[in-house]
């Protein structure tokens, strides 16, 4: 009844929008691409399974490339497209790592590399308030003004993470942190196609103080599958996200968000395996237990908290816990994750573009999904034969260097210690370069 009341409130300023000249509808219209080279020397490994990072050096180039568009065909409702191409790939090929080096990459050589419609959705906002603030525009947002407080229907084709565990200094990999580590909390293991995206729809209840987000999305038909699954009675992906923002700084808002997740799919499950080839004396295999309408559920705690006025320099800090027994479905083989980073941003060195970043992060893996990689199973992520298991340790740090405002440059250096939670291989030191251009043009 709310929503019913804010949107005939709201009707009278669509009346008189509609009473006025006609004018130009409010868009945007954006591109970017992306170019990332990495490589790694050659390190320690006694031995490497399937699903195992190649211990001789490699190097490799992914490119992507996007357009897009967005158009308010109402005062009140957005249309956003988004055509993608992701090209090339990753040094081992995207696997081997539970925080793998590049979030550009593809890892499901079944996606292949042709243009592909990455999102395709609409956005109604609400107003449940009179008090406006306004927004600048960027690829997915028109620039404009918007209601302070704010219902927001998001649905179609789209990101779970482009609603949920977003973080201020750790969520692009095009100008942020590259490693899955810091763009996504890696427990997570958010509904989406291999490629990152779903069909779904999230509701966002935005006040001053705090926010309430609810989504629920498909999930693919197999483990990192390319396809997604129509049973959505016993399929689908939900999550709910609390964000509070108490006022500790005034001019250095700090942000909390507390996500809670539940996946239903056909899913296997590693304590089963595990038992089926005790019983029949093979490797386990989990894809050999999946029944429909498993369920495998999580928590995240996500915060940004912003150090200068402005928060171009600030920490992030994320944790992230799932049930470890069902089998890693869509994001990355990690069963907990605590991660802790801090970016810089450059007007202290008098180039206000320009921002470093460094962060450390821990991903772990429950006894039954560690014992089953140890007696030879493979995931969609890890498998390397054998495993004496430690929790995988990721450095990251960046340099980005912003020459022009559409062009960023970066310098990164990984170092990931325990590479799969396998202690008898590695570290692998990686480095890497970014070439980052984007540009938007738009009419609020």
Not at 99 to 124: C, H, K, M, W
Not at 226 to 232: F, I, N, R, S, T
């Amino acid at each position: 009844m709310h929503v019913l009341v804010a949107l005939f409130a709201y009707w009278p300023r669509c009346s008189d929008a509609l009473d006025a000249p006609p004018a130009p509808l409010p868009y945007t219209v954006g591109g970017q691409t992306t170019v990332v080279w990495q490589y790694h020397p050659r390190f320690h490994s006694p031995y490497e399974g399937s699903e195992s990072l190649h211990h001789e050096h490699d190097d490799a180039v992914s490119h992507s490339y996007d357009l897009y568009v967005g158009v308010r065909v109402l005062p009140w409702l957005d249309l956003y497209v988004n055509p993608e191409m992701i090209r090339g790939g990753g040094v081992g090929g995207g696997i081997g790592l539970a925080g793998y080096t590049n979030g550009e990459v593809i890892r499901n050589p079944q996606a292949g590399q042709d243009p592909f419609l990455s999102r395709a959705f609409l956005r109604a906002t609400l107003p449940l308030g009179d008090a406006r603030e306004t927004v600048g525009g960027d690829l997915l947002q028109i620039a404009g003004e918007r209601p302070t407080r704010r219902l927001v229907l998001t649905g179609g084709v789209l990101g779970t993470t482009d609603v949920f565990d977003t973080n201020r200094y750790a969520s692009s990999t095009r100008t942020e942190f590259l490693n899955w580590s810091f763009i996504t909390n890696t427990a997570y293991d958010f509904a989406a196609d291999t490629r990152g995206y779903t069909r779904g729809a999230a509701l966002e209840w935005i006040d001053e103080r705090w926010t309430l987000r609810l989504g629920a999305f498909q999930m693919p038909t197999i483990a990192n599958g390319v396809d997604l699954d129509g049973d959505l009675l016993h399929s689908h992906g939900d999550q709910a996200e609390l964000e509070l923002r108490p006022r500790l700084w005034p001019d250095r808002p700090t942000v909390v968000r507390l996500l809670g997740y539940v996946n239903h799919a056909r899913m296997g499950s590693y304590r089963e395996a595990l038992a089926l080839a005790a019983r029949e004396g093979t490797t386990p295999d989990v894809t050999a237990t999946r029944r429909r309408g498993r369920v495998k559920d999580g928590v995240t705690v996500n915060v940004e908290q912003p150090i200068t006025a402005g928060g171009e320099t600030g920490l992030f800090a994320r944790g992230g816990w799932n049930d470890g027994h069902t089998e890693t479905f869509a994001y990355t083989e990690a069963d907990w994750t605590a991660s802790l980073g801090l970016q810089l941003g450059g007007a202290a060195w008098h180039r206000a573009g320009d921002r470093v970043g460094v962060a450390v992060a821990a991903n772990g893996l429950s006894d039954p999904h560690a014992d089953y990689l140890a007696r030879g199973g493979v995931g969609f992520e890890l498998g390397d034969g054998r495993l004496r298991y430690r929790p995988e340790t990721v450095l990251e740090l960046y340099y980005l260097l912003r020459p022009l405002p559409w062009i960023a440059l970066t310098a990164d250096y990984q170092l990931i210690v325990d590479p799969g939670s396998n202690a008898d291989r590695g570290p692998v030191s990686v480095v890497g370069v970014r070439l980052h251009l984007e540009g938007t043009i738009g009419h609020g």
